[in-house]
């Protein structure tokens, strides 16, 4: 627990990293966003002229309606099934926990198009509803559009946050209420919901958040109106030197800082905390005949609305041709060949930079966990701190600062530091580092330091403990956490489509967001989808695995 | 609070309760009465909690009836039972002030506001506790959450009230101070009241009658003093204070299948030569006003508890001693 050279190396060395590559641009977004155009000193202009410009002010309010409605149709989706889940004997509930892996899985930029599809003034199911009912819904108008995409890929964040606040809640809680007359979903309004409202806001908040700062969804679905996708036109059409684009990243880390701030001020006093003292589980009730197939049919009908991009991506995967009709005209393989073909780079590509990404989060992480955790440096919960800042800075906002930041910097063959691939995978890597650390933290935490002490007493140096010792017992955890920054890396885009520069520098998302633009790109960015969707699920199965290993390996040495 | 127009008798017969195969209750049968303050006590595990979670609702029979005032409670679902329990942690609502976790049961019952306010206030005052009315519950200390606890509870003027390990959770100090102020206020009420404790002087200071528990059964049901003068068998007369229990190669006779059973201070050290139980001291412990001897007859060890006097000689380990017993302090107990 002393400090020696190599501990106060690593840790200015990881916070050059955080300087270099998280710090420098995103403030030299803010910067640029409060200076003149022509190079003057700090000023107000540019966001007087943001909040001049109805478009800007118009995108702004279409941004938080989207968002705030996403929330309300995700917490729709979410309450039911976490009440039936928490509170019943249901045998579907299983099959309800595990729809919690599945926007992991599939970011929703992926299924936009096959939405389209299925949902769309001219999709599967309008065209049934048409012919069978003669009339249509606007699932996908416009903004709508975006909020049914968004609720269905992201109310399990409230689902799995609602629902363990729920189970944690004291059974006596309720028996109290019972017992004083309560029953019923009044008793779940006036005592349990409250007492779960901690895990609904982080789940909520989380939520309102990452559609905020969403840009390639809205766009693929032609919804151009909104914040995030406003930033990345400007910068793409306009360039890099219009002030406009900054204003509207700095907006964005404004709204997500406010976001969590709030939360954080909603929470305050809130975290009851209430872990079953009186012991015993919760007494589930049996749902009546009547009740069941009412709760299978809610279930159902939501798994067919979670289930419905993966459906119509895979379909898309394989169509020859699918447009005004319910299902495709034909079916081919051709999109495969195709993707495993010529565009076989984009696959290429992905693996070394998830793979590059992944493989820096988890050695930064680690590292981090290890110097806050077992070192009494000075200001090592910076470190922390910093890195957990990317949780705040949008994808699209942290591309527009390496653009800004290193374009200017050239190599000494002349080509400018930004626009290399490596770049594109440092950002990746900082985007997911906050998770990495998580799960670097998870894993060392559960070394007892006596392990460590009993090794530098029997005569092995810090630097050879950690190297025997410390990362043998964390490789499960930092496996994990690898695999799970492999796999979210995977499908990010907002950061990567500011920053690629060339087709042959461009991972998969990118790909398939190009191919998605035109009608007959769509079968092989269905194709290229579906291999991402696998190369995800894949790797959370994998992460599993790793976890499982890792316990039951302590779990015969101790 | 006004006094309940009439008390509720409780009639429990023929009970059985499993939890798959835990049989947690094993024919149940008793009777408590109007107005009684009633404990089931017994150590963990033996199913007194279990009972009150019938009582509540909380838990369903699979033979075996609960009547409350001569009618059958099984078709009632808790909300419908009108009998107030305190809980062992309290489970008061963390997200209510003190006042609105009164209000809940009262408002539940749709009553016009000035009727909730009215009888609010007449509860938190009769637990002493109207200043607090609009603190939090985490804003209170540990015996006030159990007033706000008895408070809430007794708002709805149940027709039982019953009592799950109220004291647990309160320092030694509480512990005394509060059960005598439940005491009292089950007095003033005159309501009918179960009591679940581990605890045999909690149940012996403040209830009428004890129904001792142990493994799923009623051992014995009777007054504190009964109990103790009279236990049915050796888990009761171990469980209410402490006793001796020889079995037949002591010296003294005893009828087949019987135990010798007696308190320690009921029995008195002589001379070897004049006592059928006699033996070599193993133990002194001096406890100020008793000195309490361990004597070692055949396998058995017993605990005899003397009064101390300044002045008077005491034995020392490794006296031979006798055991002096009266005849009418023998207890003769199914082994």
Known sequence: MQRSPGQIALALAIALFLGVFLIVPVATVVYVAFTEKSGGGVTLVNFLDFGRTDLFVRSFWNSVYVSAMTVVWASVLALPLAYLTTRFEFRGAMLVQTLGFLPLIMPPFVGAVAMQLLFGRNGSVNLLLDEWFDFKIGFMEGLNGVIFLQAIHYFPFILVNLSAALRNIDRSMEEAAQNLGSHGLRLFRRIALPLALPGYIAGASLVFVKVFDDVATPLLLNVKEMLAPQAYLRITSIGIDDPMGYVISVVLILVAVATMWATALVMKGKDYATTQRGGGGLARRQLKPREQVLAYAVVILILALVLAPHVGLVLLSFATVWSYSPLPDGYTLAHYTRVLGDSSVYIKNTLLYSGLAATIDVVIGGAIAYLVLRTRLPGRQWLDWAASTALAVPGVVLGIGYLRAFYGVSLPDGTPLAALWIVIVLAIAIRRLPYALRAAYAALQQISVSLEEAAENLGATKARTVRRVVIPLMTGGLLAGFVTSFATAAVELSAVLILVQSNSDAPLAYGLYVLMQTPAGRGAGAALGVIAVLIVAICMWLSQLAVDRSQRARGLDI | ?335
């Not at chain 2, 809430?152 to 509480?174: C, F, G, H, Q, Y």
């Open chain 2, 1 to 335: 609070m006004s006094k309940p127009a009439r008390a509720v008798g409780i009639e429990i017969t023929g009970v059985n309760l499993s939890y798959g195969a835990t049989h947690v209750l094993k024919d149940v049968a008793l009777s408590i009465r109007p107005g009684e303050f009633f404990a089931f006590l017994g150590p963990s595990g033996c199913g007194k909690t279990t009972l009150l979670r019938l009582i509540a609702g909380f838990a369903q029979a699979q033979t075996g009836k609960v009547l409350l005032d001569g009618h059958d409670v099984a078709p009632l679902p808790p909300w419908k039972r009108d009998v107030g329990m305190v809980f062992q942690s309290y489970a008061l609502w963390p997200h209510m002030t003190v006042a609105k976790n009164v209000a809940f049961g009262l408002e539940e019952r749709r009553l016009p506001r000035a009727e909730i306010e009215r009888r609010v206030a007449q509860a938190l005052e009769l637990v002493g506790l109207s200043a607090f009315a609009e603190r939090r519950p985490a804003q209170l200390s540990g015996g006030q959450q159990q007033r706000v606890a008895v408070a809430r509870t007794i708002a709805i003027e149940p027709k039982v009230l019953l009592l799950d390990e109220p004291l647990s959770n309160l320092d030694a100090k509480m512990r005394v101070s509060v059960r005598r102020e439940l005491r009292s206020l089950q007095q003033r009420l005159g309501l009918t009241t179960i009591f679940v404790t581990h605890d045999q002087e909690e149940a012996n200071t403040i209830c009428d009658r004890i129904a001792v528990m142990d493994a799923g059964t009623v051992q014995q049901v009777g007054t504190p003093m009964e109990l103790y003068e009279n236990p049915a068998n050796l888990f009761v007369a171990n469980f209410l204070g402490s006793a001796n229990i020889l079995d037949e190669r002591c010296g003294v006779p005893i009828p087949a299948g019987k135990r010798l059973v007696f308190r320690p201070q009921h029995a008195s050290l002589s001379v070897p030569e004049s006592a059928s139980l006699h033996g070599p001291v193993t133990h002194r412990e001096f406890l100020g006003a008793t000195v309490r001897y361990a004597v070692r007859i055949g396998d058995s060890e017993v605990l005899i508890e003397t009064p101390f006097q300044s002045g008077s000689e005491l034995r020392s380990v490794g006296d031979h001693v006798g055991v002096d017993l009266p005849p009418q302090r023998m207890l003769f107990l199914p082994a």
